[in-house]
């Protein structure tokens, strides 16, 4: 891949940087991006790495490394050291009532045509009456778990 950035740091820069490497106060993936930046580094301070040769040496891929440039080019130093957040939203709790109407539907008659419930006929039935957006085998099967409620 191509070098799209280029990390030039300025003297004040990369002491800040090297003073986050070395006092050893500082969160690992913070002391690692600091150290891949002190390595990328193509100004007249730095040595100017290859970013393959960098992530061999930081333990880290070079994806990481062209990603961790791009955001030192476009949104500054302290924005490519902090952590970016998830795009994909954390994982819905189930709390109580989600458990409490489970087991009532658990334990009610079986669909038409079926003996009992199983777990996919539950997950597809609270999707159906809106109990939750969406909801996995295995939550429910969890869920039913804890609960020591058995569909057989």
Same mark, same amino acid.
């Not at 002491?15 to 500082?26: D, H, I, P, V, Y």
């Not at 040496?57 to 990481?64: C, E, K, M, Q, V």
């Not at 050291?81 to 409490?100: C, I, M, Q």
């Given at each position: 891949?191509?070098?799209?950035?280029?990390?030039?740091?300025?003297?004040?820069?990369? =002491?800040?940087?090297?003073? @986050?490497?070395?006092?050893? !106060?500082?969160?690992?993936?913070?002391?690692?991006?600091?150290?891949?930046?002190?390595?990328?580094?193509?100004?007249?301070?730095?040595?100017?790495?290859?970013?393959?040769?960098?992530?061999?040496?930081?333990?880290?891929?070079?994806?990481?490394?062209?990603?961790?440039?791009?955001?030192?080019?476009? =949104?500054?130093?302290?924005?490519?050291?902090?952590?970016?957040?998830?795009?994909?939203?954390?994982?819905?709790?189930?709390?109580? =009532?989600?458990?409490?109407?489970?087991?009532?539907?658990?334990?009610?008659?079986?669909?038409?045509?079926?003996?009992?419930?199983?777990?996919? @006929?539950?997950?597809?039935? @609270?999707?159906?009456?809106?109990?939750?957006?969406?909801?996995?085998?295995?939550?429910?099967?969890?869920?039913?778990? !804890?609960?020591?409620?058995?569909?057989?």
């Amino acid at each position: 891949m191509a070098n799209r950035y280029k990390v030039t740091l300025t003297k004040l820069e990369r =002491e800040q940087l090297t003073e @986050l490497t070395r006092s050893g !106060k500082s969160p690992a993936a913070k002391f690692i991006h600091a150290r891949a930046l002190l390595l990328c580094d193509a100004g007249k301070y730095g040595e100017g790495w290859k970013v393959a040769d960098a992530a061999a040496a930081l333990g880290i891929s070079s994806r990481t490394i062209e990603h961790l440039k791009q955001r030192w080019v476009e =949104e500054g130093l302290e924005a490519a050291l902090a952590r970016t957040p998830h795009s994909t939203p954390s994982p819905v709790n189930f709390y109580a =009532e989600f458990a409490a109407r489970l087991t009532a539907l658990a334990c009610s008659a079986a669909p038409a045509g079926r003996q009992r419930w199983t777990v996919r @006929l539950l997950a597809e039935k @609270l999707v159906e009456l809106k109990i939750a957006n969406r909801v996995s085998t295995m939550t429910v099967q969890r869920s039913l778990k !804890k609960t020591n409620c058995s569909l057989t």
